[in-house]
């Protein structure tokens, strides 16, 4: 169960790629949601019935009348954290935004002496729910199978006109305060400035492109004067292929993140990863891509032109992060998941 079953999310199609897995073990299972995009398959979450008193597996990331609703009528629910980002990011720009994120943190503490067992998708997730009175908290890492995108094939037509030669950096995420697309955007000018003339960057993911913060960000461009800035939009599988394959950086500059699925799909198609400390992005790296303890535009720029010129050091990035990726492997990652999932079964019984 979980608030919003949305098509091309992460949190969604964790949900779809847990779905599967229960079903090839034998068992029924179902997703219930309150909002279910029409190109997905879910029930909506009232329709619901505890009569059987079933595991429920809950993917908590906001607030949501669902978070009171489980807790009223499921007897046996296990908490999937995928974190709720600091109200703080949205403040400025998005006021239903900030009373979601407020909402969704005030709505989990009841969580912890109500659920039978809880799982943070990273340990940065862990930890909080540790430090909000959840006990027996366990890793369980985002199930997904990354390799399924690898093999896609893409759109050519996508991204026309950007195979040019020109070094494309990309970053995929929403378009969200904290996603740090202002300071991608900084970067990218000293970038194109002083370092790469002959350069793009792509920021690929969906968003509010009405709100005030997607305007800020058309405001900084215009600002800079800084061309070769794209926004995409939201993309499907096969366009996100495409553009993996033209790409030669993938920047991260968020300033949280409970896991960050988009590491991981971006050191599966061997682009050099460079992304900031924060959140559990230190942990989902670990020892792979290049990790920054600070944003200093000029200096990130520069690294970014040594990354594209040093052949010896981008190889050594890239087989470092093909080490890492393999740690996020289906056949890991559901283990876990089964072998955890069993725990907790049996010290209920």
């Known amino acids: 169960m979980l608030p919003n079953y949305a098509y091309g999310d992460g949190i969604g199609n964790c949900a779809t790629q847990i779905r599967q897995l229960l079903h090839s073990w034998g068992y029924e299972s179902?997703?219930?949601?309150?909002?279910?995009?029409?190109?997905?398959?879910?029930?909506?979450?009232?329709?619901?019935?505890?009569l059987d008193n079933p595991w429920v597996i809950y993917h908590y990331s906001t607030g949501s009348q669902v978070n009171h609703f489980i807790l009223e009528n499921c007897n046996r629910i296990i908490l999937m954290y995928h974190n709720v980002t600091p109200a703080k990011y949205f403040a400025e720009y998005d006021g239903e935004a900030t009373k979601h994120c407020v909402w969704g943190k005030e709505q989990l503490k009841p969580f912890a002496k109500a659920v039978k067992g809880a799982w943070g998708v990273s340990q940065f997730n862990a930890n909080e729910l540790n430090n909000m009175g959840f006990s027996s908290v366990s890793v369980v890492p985002p199930v997904l199978n990354f390799d399924n995108k690898k093999l896609v094939e893409g759109?050519?037509?996508?991204?026309?006109?950007?195979?040019?030669?020109?070094?494309?950096?990309?970053?995929?995420?929403?378009?969200?305060?904290?996603?740090?697309h202002d300071d991608l955007i900084k970067v990218f000018h000293f970038y194109k400035k002083y370092v790469d003339d002959n350069s793009r960057l792509i920021l690929l993911g969906g968003g509010d492109y009405s709100g005030l913060y997607f305007e800020s960000l058309t405001d900084l461009v215009e600002r800079l004067?800084?061309?070769?800035?794209?926004?995409?939009?939201?993309?499907?599988?096969?366009?996100?292929?495409?553009?993996?394959?033209?790409?030669?950086?993938?920047?991260?500059?968020?300033?949280?993140?409970?896991?960050?699925?988009?590491?991981?799909?971006?050191?599966?198609?061997?682009?050099?990863?460079?992304?900031?400390?924060?959140?559990?992005?230190?942990?989902?790296?670990?020892?792979?891509?290049?990790?920054?303890?600070?944003?200093?535009?000029?200096?990130?720029?520069?690294?970014?032109?040594?990354?594209?010129?040093?052949?010896?050091?981008?190889?050594?990035?890239?087989?470092?992060?093909?080490?890492?990726?393999?740690?996020?492997?289906?056949?890991?990652?559901s283990k876990i998941f089964k072998d955890s999932l069993r725990s907790i079964i049996s010290q209920s019984s």
């Open 30 to 50: 179902k997703i219930f949601a309150e909002t279910t995009d029409s190109r997905l398959d879910a029930i909506h979450y009232a329709e619901f019935s505890n």
């Open 155 to 180: 759109k050519q037509e996508t991204c026309s006109g950007l195979n040019d030669g020109k070094t494309n950096i990309i970053f995929l995420g929403r378009i969200v305060p904290h996603k740090g």
């Open 225 to 333: 004067e800084v061309p070769d800035v794209v926004f995409t939009g939201f993309v499907n599988d096969e366009e996100l292929v495409e553009y993996f394959n033209l790409a030669d950086i993938f920047l991260c500059l968020s300033r949280h993140e409970g896991f960050c699925i988009p590491l991981i799909e971006a050191m599966r198609h061997e682009i050099p990863v460079v992304a900031l400390a924060e959140g559990a992005v230190r942990e989902t790296l670990d020892y792979a891509g290049i990790l920054l303890g600070r944003v200093n535009h000029h200096e990130i720029s520069e690294l970014l032109g040594i990354l594209m010129t040093d052949k010896k050091l981008r190889q050594s990035v890239i087989d470092s992060q093909n080490r890492r990726a393999n740690d996020f492997t289906i056949e890991k990652t």
